[in-house]
């Protein structure tokens, strides 16, 4: 199969990686990989449920300060922390994922818009537990367990970020392309039919919003423990139209794609705010230009450009059915 | 202490806060009714108008003036973006397009202000002819909020008559109801798209301008706001113009009240408020569910 010498390839590289540059770019590689971590989390919802979610900055801020809690407060290994904050974001995500799947469109960012600035009001409400607005400073990365230390040095800890992207990446591509995420693309395409073929498309919402939770939440725990803080910016609204940006210039509906927009926007932000305090400016044109004239984004473009038949199965009939209604 | 008298300064307070909310979410909700498009950018619109007024007040000495032109001169930046950028998307059957677009937009245009006026906050205080205090039932009370508070007040009437009395008023509802069967009849479904853009620009700019003198034109106005503005119009039902109104009043209540009563959950409460209503309405007060 040829993806899978692609992936190959690619984890290769990507292994390889920290013996081939210094060691202070490594902060901006982990860095790169835990946004397309959590980009590549929100496509789930927006790439194949279309449920525009403009609050993903909750499921960020649940993995973070779950992970800050509970690695300041509980001597527990590093992985078991970030594997219990995720289970923690899971848990808050079932009343989430409920509620707003009540409605679709604009609704739904609106709504998961609600809860991600719920999250960050409550942070100032509980000032005891969360920090305020300091945040939760000086999160350790224990080790163990068997008394493991590897993670605790920054190429250590990019190898687990790089396992834990790599990871998330073939369990949702797996998940995808199972009849599972068959009946998401039915969502996506036509809901009413879907509901008229007997599948209860609530459920398929919920569990999917569910899913985008839990891996938002794990980049969230790696980000936590990596920067060594939590502050309420995580769960602010910008932090979500961010991520937002990243899945739609990266190309939404690949899960590749918007991990190459988030990587892509990390090293872009890196290289500009350096030259230019301007950055903003530039990031917004670029995501308008995608916007405006190239809504498959950067993924689209390459497979387009360099390949006949592009991987994925829905990309091209979902092409002709917009072409279509334009 | 008079009772009746803290209450009523509470009240007046609020209205005052739900004045300066409704010019910004009415013209959000007008824009969504017609359009189908959740502005992103109308909180930086709301910045651009308060930058503008502050600078006309700074020029002329006139606060008067700047109620005027701030509104025309951010209404023409809304009529040219729509003008440029969100005319071409109307076929798009991805309603996340505009989404993404204003968004967008509103990255550029905070940067824009930055660099034309610079990261400090600028203010232009209240001008002297509403500066006094007023005193009702012992209570001091600033002019200037009742001044706000008559403003909204015949703002909400003006567009109010102007949505059920005129023609174009008669065309942005059917419009809103049902777009394709207007275009036809004959109607340009687009001019009235481009118009009422324009005019929820001009809306959200003279809210800018109000607001101004209370809290300075500051980077960042907009970024809260807007949020504040989606939660009243998502409260209110979308596209619903007294939806918007109802909204306002609700959220300048619990805002003002909240702030003072409960501190720490103040922030909070909005959205309270919000999932509440859309647990028991998922359209909002007076939206349709769709």
């Not at chain 1, 992207?165 to 797996?174: N, Q, T, V």
């Not at chain 1, 990596?226 to 769960?235: H, V």
């Not at chain 2, 006309?56 to 009529?79: C, Y």
Request: net charge neutral.
């Amino acid at each position: 199969m040829n993806w899978k010498v692609n992936f190959a390839v690619t984890a290769g590289a990507c292994v390889l990686l920290p013996f081939m540059v210094p060691q202070y770019s490594l902060t901006i590689l982990i860095e790169a990989l835990i946004f397309g971590l959590f980009a590549m989390s929100l496509d789930l919802l927006v790439g194949y449920c279309r449920l525009y979610s403009f609050g993903h900055a909750a499921a960020y801020g649940l993995g973070a300060y779950s992970t800050a809690l509970i690695l300041t407060q509980l001597q527990l290994p590093l992985p078991i922390g970030i594997m219990l904050a995720v289970l923690v974001t899971i848990l808050a995500a079932i009343p989430i994922a409920w509620i707003c799947t009540r409605s679709t469109g604009v609704s739904f960012a609106m709504l998961t818009l609600a809860f991600a600035q719920l999250g960050y009001a409550m942070l100032f409400r509980f000032r005891d537990v969360t920090g305020g607005s300091d945040g939760i400073v000086g999160i350790p990365r224990p080790s163990g367990p068997l008394g493991i230390t590897w993670f605790q040095g920054k190429t250590g800890y990019y190898y687990l970020v790089l396992g834990c992207l790599l990871g998330s990446y073939l369990l949702c591509r797996a998940i995808v392309r199972s009849p599972f995420g068959a009946v998401l693309a039915g969502i996506r395409e036509n809901e009413a039919k879907t509901i008229a073929l007997g599948y209860n498309t609530r459920f398929y919402k919920i569990a999917t919003v569910v899913l985008a939770y839990a891996f938002g939440g794990l980049a969230g725990a790696l980000y936590a423990a990596f920067a060594g803080f939590a502050s309420p910016e995580l769960f602010f609204w910008l932090v979500s139209g961010r991520v937002l940006i990243m899945v739609v210039v990266g190309g939404a509906g690949t899960l590749i794609g918007p991990i190459l927009g988030g990587v892509f926007f990390v090293f872009l932000e890196h290289e500009l705010s350096q030259v230019t305090d301007l950055w903003p400016l530039i990031f917004g044109s670029i995501f308008i230009a995608f916007v405006m004239f190239a809504p498959e984004g950067i993924w689209g473009i390459l497979t387009s450009r360099f390949n006949a038949k592009p991987e994925v199965p829905n990309s091209t009939d979902r092409k002709e059915t917009s072409d279509a209604a334009a | 202490m008079n009772f009746l008298g803290f209450i009523l300064a509470q009240c007046l307070s609020a209205l005052s806060q739900a004045a300066i909310l409704f010019f910004i979410a009415c013209g959000l909700t007008l824009i969504f009714g017609i359009m189908r498009i959740v502005n992103f950018a109308h909180g930086v619109i709301f910045m651009l108008g308060a930058y503008v007024g502050v600078t006309t007040v700074a020029v002329t000495g006139s606060f008067l003036l700047s109620l005027i032109i701030a509104p025309i001169v951010v209404g023409a930046v809304g009529i040219a973006f729509e003008q440029i950028f969100l005319r071409h998307l109307y076929g798009r059957r991805d309603g996340g397009a505009y989404l993404l677009l204003t968004f967008g937009l509103a990255i550029v245009l905070s940067e824009l202000i930055r660099i034309i006026w610079g990261a400090q906050p600028l203010s232009s205080g209240i001008p002297d002819f509403l500066r006094g205090i007023v005193v009702i039932l012992d209570q001091p009370f600033p002019l200037y909020r009742l001044f706000l508070i008559a403003l909204g007040l015949a703002a909400a009437i003006a567009i109010w008559q102007f949505l059920e009395r005129t023609r174009s008023g008669l065309l942005i509802r059917a419009v809103s109801q049902n777009s394709e069967m207007v275009h036809a009849l004959g109607t340009d479904v687009d001019l009235v798209r481009t118009g009422v853009f324009g005019l929820g620009c001009a809306m959200a700019a003279l809210g800018g301008v109000l607001a101004a003198p209370l809290v300075t034109a500051f980077l960042g106005m907009g970024t809260t706001v807007v949020i504040d503005a989606f939660v009243i119009v998502i409260i209110g039902g979308m596209g619903s113009f007294l939806g918007s109104l109802i909204g306002s009043i609700l959220v300048g209540f619990v805002q003002v009240l909240g702030a003072y009563y409960f501190q720490d959950l103040a922030l909070a409460f909005m959205y309270f408020l919000m999932l509440i209503v859309l647990v028991i309405r998922p359209g909002g007060l007076l939206g349709k569910e769709d």
